[in-house]
């Protein structure tokens, strides 16, 4: 089974850039659908971005559109989100995660493995 390692998260101030990662082991990435979730405390987990198993769908969080750009490297089994344009409202916990569904069913919360998160914080 697929084993996700996120990394790339860190603090930034509003208006910086950070890039995530998601690294797969065990198993090819390249069967799933991938996405990024975020969390912060006392909410529930909310899709951020979703991305087919071969790059050519995509699925953004309102919010995110046009500053969060998600993208994928089958080869070295490792999914991105480069984030621009940060905003304070950005900082949460972000996780990555597989499904065996498409880009909406994956927004959607149809997840078949989860990372175990990485802190992304922005300050104003």
């Known amino acids: 089974q697929v084993i996700l390692e996120e990394s790339g998260g860190g603090m930034v101030q509003a208006g910086g850039s950070l890039k995530l990662s998601c690294a797969g082991s065990?198993?090819?990435?390249?069967?799933?659908?991938m996405g990024w979730f975020r969390q912060t405390p006392g909410k529930e987990r909310e899709f951020v971005a979703t991305i087919s198993w071969n790059g050519g769908d995509t699925k953004y969080l309102d919010s995110v559109k046009g500053r969060f750009t998600i993208s994928r490297d089958n080869a070295k089994n490792t999914m991105y989100l480069q984030m621009s344009s940060l905003k304070p409202e950005d900082t949460a916990l972000y996780f990555c995660a597989t499904s065996l569904g498409g880009v909406s069913a994956l927004a959607g919360g149809y997840v078949h493995r989860w990372g175990q998160g990485t802190q992304v914080t922005v300050s104003s």
């Open positions: 065990g198993e090819t990435i390249s069967v799933y659908s």
